[in-house]
DNA sequence: TTGCTCCTCACGTCACGTGAGGTGGC
DNA sequence: TTGCTCCTCACGTCACGTGAGGTGGC
């Protein structure tokens, strides 16, 4: 949002700020879920931007919430990219029925990740129900036990 | 529920039931989540009760949505094991003190357990959202360029 | 008896953890 | 200059996958 050009973050910034290790980082670059500068010379820091933080944030989120594997991860990575691109094709067209077009496939995109998440969400929804349940008999054996 | 004592239940079976393979089961009875038979002869079919399909349904749940090791399960299992004896103790008793005392760690130990689902829940519930924003944005981007 | 499914090694794999020894930058 | 954090191997580990070769039970 701001315009300002924040210093670039080390990876050891970047592995606090999303709550893994330098490790993970750099393991994800060696599989390529994370560009890495091409032109770093050998045995020199790895520096990071803020729009990397975000990638890393992200993909560090659907590992954890969505449990999906690292393989999943690049795929679903790779449909984004490919979003991102067609937005850029977006703009660049007057065309209303190809804009009209793109927006569907965007919107197919997102309604299926909201498949996933939703189907989570309700398992987890179920598994609370079913706390809430025992909670509730403990609670009323207590006060059958009175104050 | 019914009292009809069904029949037991293959390796295969169990895995079907839980959604897993039977390489997990055993590797999950060879690491000492699962008890595993101390009477199996070398060889012999490994059988399954109910009471086990329910055991490896939950060990699998809380894997997949809350994200657990498995040494973080079996922590959590063996917490529940001891809840188990507890409400043996509580059956046993008369005490209206002792029997308290035993619902008030039960109380805490769910309440510990919905503290994790509902977290896990918000983290969700949070990425739903920004989702769901993104579709409404597609949404009126596909009004605004008419039927 | 014929097919399944099951059995036990045992090596492979995915996603990192964990030192070992050395260099970089505020 | 002194500490930190970073670097690159490289081996270890956790949670299984995947055959290989053999036996069990409807």
Partial sequence: ???TPTKPLRIGEVAELTGTTPRTIRYYEEIGLLP?????????????????LERVKEIVRL???LGLSLEQLRQ????EAARAELRREYRATEDAAARKRILKQSRRHIESQLELVRGRKAELEKLEAELVEKQ????TK???LGA
Avoid: N, P
């Fill in 136 to 139: 509730d008999l403990v609670a």
């Fill in 36 to 52: 890495g500068a091409a032109d770093r010379a050998q045995g020199k820091h790895r520096l990071y931007t803020e729009a990397d």
């Fill in 63 to 65: 590992r954890d919430l």
């Fill in 1 to 3: 949002l701001s315009a």
């Fill in 142 to 144: 207590l006060r059958e």
């Fill in 76 to 79: 679903l990575l790779e449909a």
